[in-house]
């Protein structure tokens, strides 16, 4: 079966710095990769994925990802953070199925 | 907008209640999803629904049943609460597929007493 290390729970970062929030996946097959954004008192949403082609994939608010094969790896950053960018990130895998797995969460906590 | 509502922010029960939690999505997804999330834990997958009357057990379905009834309503169910289901839960739906995105809901905090 597959699973998803978050290798911090919680990563503090002064505004305008640049933040890497990281992702480790096990599966020894194809998978899909996400991360997902909790913004305080909501839902998640999706931030951005990788299907397959370029592996670096970019969101619309200036987060990208690189998926890694050989590391197994799909690790989050932005050059530059803002106040509105805190909440908790998380990444999931999936595989096969409709179904995914997602890691225990990073809180991105930014400060002035 | 693809939007799924829970049919409560904030609900509290006592030991023993049967509770019911409701999410409805409006796009037509085939499948949905209820999860808990608990600090430190992350999501955890207790059961999902690919069809109406289908159901699959996913990591953690102990303690709980889902009905549904319809396509655009998933239901969950805790038979006999208990405080150890004290938790954030969130239902999610999508198209199906392995690649395919899922869409949240706000989130029912359940507090049992």
């Known amino acids: 079966a597959q699973s998803v290390t978050q290798l911090d729970s919680q990563v503090p970062v002064f505004e305008e710095a640049p933040v890497e929030l990281r992702c480790n996946y096990s599966s020894s097959v194809s998978v899909y990769l996400f991360w997902y954004v909790q913004y305080p008192n909501q839902g998640l949403q999706l931030l951005l994925k990788y299907l397959s082609g370029s592996t670096l994939v970019e969101s619309i608010n200036g987060f990208e990802a690189e998926f890694n094969k050989s590391q197994t790896s799909f690790h989050l950053r932005k050059p530059s953070v803002h106040i509105s960018d805190t909440a908790e990130y998380f990444c999931a895998v999936s595989q096969g199925y409709s179904t995914l797995t997602f890691g225990k969460g990073t809180m991105l906590l930014v400060s002035p | 907008d693809v939007k799924v509502t829970q049919s409560s922010r904030y609900l509290v029960k006592r030991t023993g209640e049967k509770v019911f939690l409701e999410c409805v999505q409006d796009?037509?997804?085939?499948?949905m999803f209820w999860y808990r999330q608990d600090p430190g834990l992350g999501l955890r997958l207790i059961y999902f629904s690919y069809d109406v009357k289908m159901k699959e057990k996913g990591d953690i379905p102990e303690g709980y049943s889902v009905s549904r009834e319809k396509k655009e309503r998933f239901s969950l169910i805790l038979e006999s609460a208990s405080t150890n289901q004290t938790s954030m839960y969130l239902c999610?739906?999508?198209?199906?597929?392995?690649?395919?995105?899922?869409?949240f809901g706000p989130g029912t905090r359940l507090t049992v007493t």
């Open positions: 999610a739906s999508g198209v199906g597929g392995p690649a395919s995105e899922q869409y």
């Open positions: 796009m037509d997804h085939e499948n």
